[in-house]
């Protein structure tokens, strides 16, 4: 039996991971933040942080952030009271991971914690494991993370009793990792290799009689043995390029995500994507050559990975699309082996999410496309209460949805907060406010506060 950080302590405040406890972006039911939150309105404080997409990780009276300063990664304390900075640990690796310029840093992964320890991972080192007041308790180095396409490192670790868990899906060598919580040693590596490159965070799922870690990449949905990371059944056909994390609820898992590609947006052929971007005309596309706002993008496409595009790497792109589907399955537990058909209870596939995980609240589905667009499900039948109900806010979405207190939390890319009544025919906004900042972290609901990590600042609300 597994325990999560809640049953091994009790239900302090907490948000020790990404998306909160078991990964499910739901705050504690005693949990009251402010609705009405802003520059302006019901701040606690704000300091300012170095740029990197992670996200806060909470406990008790402190708050920990990863961030990439000064060509050092960095695990950093903060003081949950009044922002102070408690600690700093740096860390600078011998290389650093290749990353997307833009969107992307060498410390994108949400510290975890079980209110003792502090894991974090980066791409260009491998596992660190801190005390609460910073001292180093051990380390795990790892290769050199290749990620798929080229974006960095997006996963997170995740802490489950006295394992600590990493998808570590890259390029190659893909793999799910267990370690020793206390000492850092490996307990179990299971390899991925169909997996070329996915972004998601592992969960934990009882199904079959037992726990399981279930992961998305490449095409394929997969759950595996807690205890060994034997692969227990496998769900053939969703999206390509995974970068959402399941969600769990009234016993099913639900899995949704998006990427380009797939049956909803067909890839250009070869003929047209050469017209456009082979401008010295020698028949293939050089890196260079594509246009720099869609460089970082694009290059994930090289599948052998020499810096150009041949028609070689458009018909791998076009068998791993035949796999593939851009879709929100519900899955029943109980399966063994290959339960595409047999434990698959419904599917959906409008208004799906590229990054932004779905969230399970208060008896509903809620998935967020880019755009601003909210649809809710029912978890029994998939029947939408409503699909893709315009929210006032463009734009991508990179945070995921959180809730607490019959309300639900979004950001988008560019800077604005939204503030959703759960339920209802239609989305009711509460509240709405342009941080004039991107958001890329997912925010961190603890009792009566939210902390939001803008490009620029961290900043801590309460009250109403």
Known sequence: MWLTTSALFGTPPNWPQFRGVDGAGVAAASAKPPVKIGPTENVRWSVPVPWSPSSPCVWGDRIFLTTFD??????????????????????????????????????????????????????????????????????????????????????????????????????????LLALDLLTGAIAWETPRPEAAGSFGTPVIWRSDGEDQIVLGGSAQLKGYAFQSGAERWVINGVTNTVCTTPVIGDGRLFFAAWSPGQSDAPRQPWEKFLEANDKNRDGVVDLAELDPRRRDYLRGMDRNRDGKFTPEDWELLKITDAKAENVLVA???????????????????????????PLFYEGRIYILRDGGLLSSLDPKTGEPFYAQERIGATGSYYASPVAADGRIYVASLPGKLTVLKAGGAKPEILHQVDFGARILATPALVEDAIYVRTATHLWAFGGN
Request: aromatic share 10%; with cysteine; net charge positive.
């Open 70 to 175: 000064a060509g050092q990664l960095e695990v950093r304390c903060y003081d949950r009271g009044d922002g102070k900075l408690r600690w700093t640990q740096h860390l600078k690796p011998e290389g650093i991971e290749e990353f997307h310029n833009a969107d992307g840093s060498p410390a994108a992964s949400t510290p975890a914690t079980d209110g003792r320890h502090v894991v974090t991972y980066f791409g260009s080192f491998g596992l660190l494991c801190h005390d609460f007041e910073g001292r180093e308790v051990w380390r795990r180095p790892l290769a050199l993370a290749q990620s798929g396409g080229k974006f960095g490192s997006g996963t997170s670790p995740v802490i489950v009793g006295n394992r600590v868990l990493l998808n570590r899906d890259q390029y190659q060598d893909s793999s």
């Open 331 to 357: 899955v029943n537990p109980g399966g063994r082996g290959n339960i595409s058909e047999t434990h698959v209870a419904w599917k959906y596939r409008k208004g799906l999410p590229y990054v932004a995980s």
